[in-house]
């Protein structure tokens, strides 16, 4: 089992930045694609992005350019930095593991975090 809480989130202004994190607990992230998703009240879940376990990382043309999605294995954690933020960005982010290679999937997700909420002031 792995346990996943997010933190981070808030209230910024458009074109401002946050960092969210996502910390695990349980077992160790190193083996599994670690992605971010979004969901915006009476939307489906969006695919944000993937951090692969070989250390490379996928960002959804939606967020191309603005967002990073880094890890740190030996801190067990996952971040999601989020640059030139839009309101459209509006929504809860959560994080998710999986060791399904679909990672652009949400039901290939085996874990999920609780989410944390994310709202660009316009």
């Known amino acids: 089992q792995v346990q996943l809480v997010e933190s981070g989130g808030g209230l910024v202004q458009a074109g401002g930045s946050l960092r969210l994190s996502c910390a695990a607990s349980?077992?160790?992230?190193?083996?599994?694609?670690m992605g971010w998703f979004r969901q915006a009240p009476g939307k489906e879940r969006e695919f944000v992005g993937v951090?692969?376990?070989?250390?490379?990382?996928y960002h959804a043309d939606a967020v191309k350019g603005r967002f990073t999605i880094s890890r740190d294995n030996a801190k067990n954690t996952v971040y999601l930095q989020m640059n030139s933020l839009k309101p459209e960005d509006t929504a809860v982010y959560y994080c998710?593991?999986?060791?399904?290679?679909?990672?652009?999937?949400?039901?290939?997700?085996?874990?999920w975090g609780q989410g944390t909420q994310v709202t660009v002031a316009s």
């Open positions: 951090s692969w376990s070989s250390g490379g990382a």
């Open positions: 349980g077992r160790s992230i190193s083996r599994y694609a």
């Open positions: 998710a593991a999986t060791y399904d290679t679909t990672w652009s999937n949400r039901y290939a997700y085996d874990y």
